[in-house]
């Protein structure tokens, strides 16, 4: 597919995407109707509330904006706090431009290289879902200074509020990010409906399955090594650093971390399996996928690679998430709102770790076939 025509598809997903984080952060207004306790529960209502505020328009009813200001009072007080709160709506802006901006860069390489057609539609879908989570998370983090600035603590430990934003609002774009892909993949195979689906390239099986085993082995690099509890210790707590730029060890567990775990002491060891099982499914889903990706590319590029391995370590951390909550027994107990409340984590370090999956899956595609991959999509873009 062309730009030209993948254009049309990653702009309607993405107007979706934001339209759909528009309105979920609108409907905080509902949660404080009278009522809304009585319906919903007033454990519910909080949990909802705070999983939509990151993207509303209204910042909470205990906001305190500017609350450390020095000096003032009266009318200049007063002005202050309005300025704060236009530095709110101004991190909110941001964030909405960027969900947009991010999910279009991503959507048109992947529609482009992937295109949602006979035999590629649920590839695309699902890597366009993972894709919508990465998007929600960059946008978070790129306006997250000024949502920081805006509550008037921007000089007070700076980076594990970072952190802190970094992580929110990450349950609800699991369901934006999942219409959006379905509406992306629709709009493109409407768009691309009277052309022929490209052959799948003739990839060499030893070259897929070794390139596949090198991008999978990074992903266990963070999830086996780094999230070792010592290691995990050790990352979060050998930087101290001193000034605006201390403590960035919880920034670097967000980045560098897709899980957490220990030795089996002091628990049964079925238990200990059953929680490890979340782990081997992540490094399943991820093997699979960069296995089965060249053959369905048009053509096996680095950038292509390098987001569909992110988009496959997503997924992959999405399966552990939902195994972990059916095997967890005291779970329901805390509700279904609380038994959802960690799904989504672990985006940043999908993203960073992904990256070089795919970028090393591709470089050992390439040294296990040269001139296999090229000479095939060669072939079939000028058939």
């Known amino acids: 597919m062309t730009?030209?025509?993948?254009?049309?598809?990653?702009?309607?997903?993405?107007?979706?995407?934001?339209?759909?984080?528009?309105?979920?952060?609108?409907?905080?207004?509902?949660?404080?109707?009278?009522?809304a306790d009585g319906v919903l529960g007033g454990q519910t209502a909080a949990g909802l509330e705070q999983w939509l505020t990151p993207w509303s328009y209204d910042p909470p009813a205990s906001a305190q904006f500017g609350a450390d200001v020095p000096g003032g009072a009266g009318d200049v007080a007063g002005a202050s706090g309005d300025r704060y709160r236009e530095l709110y709506g101004t991190a909110l802006q941001i964030r909405f431009c960027a969900v947009f901006a991010f999910f279009v860069l991503g959507a048109l390489l992947l529609i482009r290289r992937?295109?949602?057609?006979?035999?590629?539609?649920t590839a695309a879908f699902l890597a366009l879902w993972g894709w919508g989570l990465v998007a929600g998370t960059l946008a978070v983090t790129i306006s997250a200074p000024w949502l920081i600035a805006a509550w008037g603590h921007g000089s007070y430990r700076f980076l594990p509020q970072l952190a802190s934003v970094i992580s929110s609002g990450r349950q609800i774009l699991v369901v934006t990010a999942f219409v959006a892909a379905a509406g992306t993949v629709?709009?493109?195979?409407?768009?691309?409906?009277?052309?022929?689906?490209?052959?799948?390239?003739?990839?060499?099986?030893?070259?897929?399955?070794?390139?596949?085993?090198?991008?999978?082995?990074?992903?266990?690099?963070?999830?086996?090594?780094l999230s070792y509890q010592d290691v995990a210790a050790a990352i979060?707590?050998?930087?101290?650093?001193?000034?605006?730029?201390?403590?960035?060890?919880?920034?670097?567990?967000?980045?560098?971390?897709?899980?957490?775990?220990?030795?089996?002491?002091?628990?049964?060891?079925?238990?200990?399996?059953?929680?490890?099982?979340?782990?081997?499914?992540?490094?399943?889903?991820?093997?699979?996928?960069?296995?089965?990706?060249?053959?369905?590319?048009?053509?096996?590029?680095?950038?292509?690679?390098?987001?569909?391995?992110?988009?496959?370590?997503?997924?992959?951390?999405?399966?552990?998430?939902?195994?972990?909550?059916?095997?967890?027994?005291t779970g329901m107990s805390y509700g279904l709102l609380q038994q959802f409340a960690g799904l989504g984590g672990g985006v940043p370090a999908a993203l960073t770790f992904g990256l070089a999956a795919g970028a090393a899956a591709a470089v050992t595609l390439r040294l296990a076939a040269p001139g296999r991959v090229d000479e095939t999509a060669e072939a079939t873009v000028s058939a």
């Open 3 to 35: 730009y030209r025509r993948a254009v049309i598809p990653a702009l309607a997903g993405a107007v979706l995407l934001t339209a759909l984080l528009w309105w979920a952060g609108a409907s905080v207004r509902a949660l404080d109707l009278p009522g």
């Open 114 to 121: 992937l295109p949602p057609v006979r035999g590629r539609m």
């Open 186 to 225: 629709l709009a493109a195979r409407v768009a691309d409906k009277e052309t022929e689906p490209p052959a799948p390239q003739a990839v060499p099986a030893r070259a897929a399955r070794l390139a596949a085993t090198v991008g999978t082995a990074v992903i266990a690099l963070s999830l086996v090594v």
């Open 236 to 329: 979060q707590t050998a930087f101290i650093g001193g000034g605006l730029l201390s403590e960035p060890g919880d920034l670097l567990r967000q980045w560098l971390l897709l899980g957490a775990w220990s030795d089996p002491s002091g628990a049964a060891l079925g238990d200990w399996l059953v929680v490890r099982l979340g782990d081997v499914l992540l490094l399943a889903v991820v093997w699979w996928a960069l296995r089965r990706l060249p053959p369905l590319l048009t053509r096996a590029t680095v950038p292509a690679m390098a987001v569909g391995a992110v988009c496959a370590t997503v997924l992959g951390l999405l399966a552990s998430q939902l195994l972990r909550m059916a095997t967890d027994r």
